[in-house]
C-alpha cells in the first residue's frame, strides 16, 4: 500500500465525524470530507484516462467542479490499472451537453451524459441532491415501498456522497489540486478491505435493491468482507429484486458472471437467497437434479478462464447452462406425456425461455444461440452417414460441443461421446472414417438421400376438331 496514504490512515483528521454507530451500520449527518493531499493517495494522472482528463481539465475551466469517482478511484487505491471513469460535477446535464459537442443525455429515471471519444465512454453525473427536499422543477419520486423510481434532484457534491452507495466509492479526485476528498471512511476501509453500505442498509436497499446484487459483485471481484451491519438485511429483503425491470437485470447478470469471478459470485448469490430471485426455476432444478450445480460451476468456472486469458466469452453459453436443468426437467415431463424427444425439447425450451423472461430479459442475440446450443446435445449422439460432418459443420457446434464436455464433466451424461467427437474433428479424413465405423455408423440406404425421380410428363390429348 502507498506508504503516505497508510500513514493518513493512521492519523485521521478532524473533518469528518463518523458515519457509523456500534451497529456498524447507523447514518449520520456528514460535516466534511477528510482530505488526501497528492503526496499521500496512490492516484496518478498517469494512470488515468486522457478523455476522462479532457473532460475534468474543460468543465474545470468552464468554472464547474469536477471530480472523478467511484471505480476508477478505487481501483487505483487497490493498485489496479483504472478501465471505466466516472466524472462527478455542478454542472446540469444540459451545461454539460453545451460544453461537449460529442456527448449526449440518456436516461429518464438517472439522466446522465455520456461523453464519447472514439469508442470510449466517460460518464458524466451531475452531483445528486436528497430526494425528498423541495428542488422546484427537479423530480425525485419513490413507491409506496421505498424504490427510488426517478431522481433527477441536484445537490452539492457532500450531498452527492450521502448518496452514493459504498463509502469506496465515495472517494472524490479533484482536478483542482489533485487531492482525494474522501466522505464516508472510505479509504479506510479500502484498508482492511471492507464493503459497507453509506447510510441505513435497509433503506438503501429499499430505494435500489440492484445494490444488493452490487454488494456481491464487488465483494466477489475484490475479495472484501461486506460489513454485518450492510450483510444482515440482504437475505431479508432479497425478494426486492423481483420490483426491478428484466431488462435492468439482464444488464446486471452480465456485470455479476462476465468479469471473471463468476464461480464466487454464483455461490455468493445463492449463500445471500438472491439467486432464486434472478432463475427460480434454475433453483428448483438444483433441488431436484444434483448435477445442475455442477454444470452451472463448470460452465461458470470455464467462462473465468477465458476472461483471465483474455479470449472471447459470450453469454448465450452461459445463459444454456443456467437454464439447460430447467429445460430437462420440463423435457422428461413432456415425454413422459408422450411427445417425442425432439418436439419435446422444442417445446421445453420455449416454456422455460417464457418464464424467465419475466425475471431477466435475455435479447434474441443471445436466447437463439442458446436454443442452437441446446438442440445440438440431441444430434451429437446421431453419427450415421453424413450426419457427423453435417453437425461439425454447424455455425454452434463447437459452443454445442463444449457444453456437452461440461455434462460430462458435471456427471449428467456417461463419457465418452464427448472425447469421440474430440478424435473427430482431430483427425483426418481416414480417422474420421475409421471413427465413424467403430461407432457403428457406417451409412446405410435408409441413411443417405433419396434421389427425387423426375416427374413423367402427361400427354395431352389433341383437342377435338371444330365441327
Given amino acids: ?81 483504472p478501465k471505466d471513469f466516472d466524472v462527478a460535477t455542478d454542472a446540469t446535464p444540459e451545461q454539460v451537453r453545451e460544453l461537449f459537442r460529442n ?10 451524459v455520456h461523453v464519447r471519444f472514439g469508442r470510449e465512454v466517460i460518464e458524466v453525473t451531475t452531483f445528486r441532491g436528497r430526494p425528498n427536499d423541495d428542488h422546484g422543477d427537479h423530480i425525485a419520486q419513490q413507491s409506496e415501498q421505498g424504490l427510488l423510481l426517478r431522481d433527477n434532484v ?63 459483485r464487488f465483494a466477489a ?41 463468476g464461480v464466487e459470485t454464483f455461490r455468493m448469490l445463492r449463500h445471500y437467497g438472491l439467486f432464486p430471485m434472478l432463475f427460480p426455476e434454475t433453483e428448483e432444478a438444483m433441488a431436484t437434479l444434483p448435477w445442475t450445480e455442477g454444470l452451472i460451476e463448470a460452465a461458470l468456472a470455464s467462462t473465468d478462464k477465458r476472461i483471465r486469458e483474455e479470449r472471447p466469452v459470450t453469454p448465450a453459453f452461459l445463459f444454456a447452462a443456467l437454464l439447460w436443468g430447467p429445460v430437462q426437467l420440463r423435457q422428461a415431463t413432456l415425454e413422459e406425456d408422450g411427445m417425442p424427444p425432439i418436439p419435446a425439447l422444442q417445446l421445453a425450451s420455449q416454456q422455460v425461455l417464457s418464464r424467465q423472461l419475466k ?38 457446434f463447437r459452443a454445442a460441443y463444449d457444453f456437452l464436455l461440461l455434462r460430462e464433466e458435471a456427471g449428467e451424461v456417461e463419457p465418452g461421446l464427448g472425447d469421440w467427437w474430440t478424435a473427430f474433428q482431430e483427425g483426418d479424413e481416414h480417422e474420421q472414417m475409421r471413427l465413424l465405423e467403430k461407432a457403428g455408423a457406417n451409412a446405410t440406404p435408409g441413411d443417405r438421400p433419396k434421389r427425387r425421380r423426375p416427374r413423367k410428363r402427361r400427354r395431352r390429348s389433341a383437342p377435338p376438331d371444330n365441327p
Avoid at 222 to 239: K, T
Fill in 359 to 396: 425475471h431477466i430479459s435475455i435479447p434474441k442475440r443471445f436466447s437463439m444461440p442458446m436454443r442452437d446450443i441446446w438442440d445440438l446435445q440431441q444430434r451429437l449422439p446421431l453419427r450415421r452417414g453424413k450426419r457427423a460432418l453435417q453437425t461439425r459443420e454447424h455455425p454452434r
Fill in 1 to 81: 500500500m502507498f506508504k503516505g496514504f497508510t500513514r493518513f490512515l493512521q492519523s485521521p483528521g478532524e473533518h469528518l465525524r463518523s458515519l457509523f454507530g456500534p451497529d456498524d451500520a447507523a447514518a449520520a449527518e456528514l460535516a466534511g470530507p477528510r482530505i488526501i493531499p497528492r503526496n499521500e493517495h496512490p492516484v496518478s494522472r498517469q494512470h488515468l484516462s486522457e478523455s476522462a482528463l479532457k473532460v475534468l481539465y474543460r468543465l474545470h475551466n468552464a468554472g464547474y467542479e469536477a471530480y472523478l469517482v467511484g471505480g476508477c478511484i478505487r481501483d487505483s487505491f487497490l493498485g489496479r490499472m
Fill in 154 to 216: 441536484w445537490g452539492n457534491i457532500q450531498e452527492d456522497a450521502v448518496r452514493r452507495d459504498f463509502t469506496i466509492n465515495a472517494l472524490y479526485y479533484s482536478i483542482a489540486d489533485f487531492s482525494i476528498h474522501d466522505f464516508a471512511n472510505g479509504a479506510r476501509d479500502i484498508e482492511s478491505r471492507t464493503l459497507r453500505m453509506i447510510g441505513d442498509p435497509t433503506t438503501r436497499y429499499r430505494e435500489d435493491p440492484v445494490r444488493m446484487l452490487r454488494a456481491i
Fill in 103 to 112: 456527448s449526449r443525455i440518456i436516461g429518464r429515471r438517472f439522466r446522465i
Fill in 221 to 261: 471481484k475484490l475479495d472484501f468482507q461486506i460489513a454485518p451491519g450492510s450483510e444482515a438485511p440482504i437475505h431479508e429483503q432479497a425478494h426486492l429484486l423481483l420490483q426491478i425491470p428484466p431488462a435492468r437485470l439482464f444488464d446486471e447478470i452480465l456485470k455479476l458472471f462476465m468479469a471473471g469471478h
